[in-house]
């Protein structure tokens, strides 16, 4: 397994994946450098999602595909937004994604007005297929535990995560450099195992002193 094509047309996603697999011997492409469209997501959970997608970029592209499904549970909303998270709003009339990921922030904000139980996390599922009939789909999860703030802070990352403090660095995920979300979201966390699968069952091994042969074209960015 020498490309995977990573099945995701969102940014913040593509640029954390890729900075995440580097050290990994492996050239990844996203799939809209391929043409191919996002894919439909009717699914109930976040595993669903993932192999929805990750299946549709291998059959478009005959190349193993990884995809990420996320988001964003908060406890006094039982869970929601969720598998909704990316879509929690309506869509702005502007369109884009920054303007989809203010109006969800904004409606996440006054739904918690009058909750005191501010606790939420995200959750990341990561599926990648070798091919589109994949009986034996490597699945890989993690979560990133921290509490909804109630004024937006930071301009990184992307998505809920100036609302998204982290405990015991009382920053939220928007003030955090890449390198250090990178090294403790719920993304790299489930990136980090699915790393070890690869090196375990796939014999792929990290670039090391070599520079990395992992390349990263993303027309988008
Ligand atoms: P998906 O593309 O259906 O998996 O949607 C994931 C959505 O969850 C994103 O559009 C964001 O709204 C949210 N999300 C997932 N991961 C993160 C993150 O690391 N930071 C901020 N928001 C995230």
Not at 186 to 194: G, M, N, V
Not at 199 to 209: Q, V, W
């Amino acid at each position: 397994m020498n490309k995977i094509v990573i099945a995701t047309n969102n940014v913040g996603k593509l640029n954390e994946i890729a900075a995440i697999l580097a050290p990994l011997d492996i050239e990844i492409v996203p799939q809209s450098a391929l043409g191919v469209g996002e894919a439909e997501e009717p699914h109930f959970t976040f595993v669903e999602n993932a192999l929805a997608k990750a299946r549709h970029a291998s059959r478009h592209t005959g190349l193993p595909a990884l995809a990420d499904d996320s988001g964003i549970c908060v406890e006094a909303l039982n869970g929601e937004p969720g598998v909704h998270s990316a879509r929690y709003a309506a869509p702005p009339a502007n369109g884009g994604r920054a303007a989809q990921d203010e109006s969800n922030n904004r409606k996440l904000l006054a739904a918690l007005e009058h909750h005191t139980n501010r606790n939420a996390h995200y959750y990341c599922v990561l599926v990648l297929t070798r091919h589109a009939d994949d009986p034996q789909p490597i699945i890989c999860e993690a979560q990133w535990h921290g509490v909804i703030v109630k004024t937006p802070r930071g301009s990184g990352g992307f998505g809920y995560d100036p609302l998204f403090e982290i405990p015991g660095l009382r920053k939220t995920g928007a003030e955090l450099r890449p390198e250090e979300k990178n090294r403790i979201s719920h993304r790299a966390l489930a990136l980090a195992a699915l790393a070890d699968r690869l090196r375990a069952g796939y014999g792929m091994r990290d670039a090391g002193a070599r520079s990395p042969r992992s390349r990263f074209r993303n027309p988008e960015s």
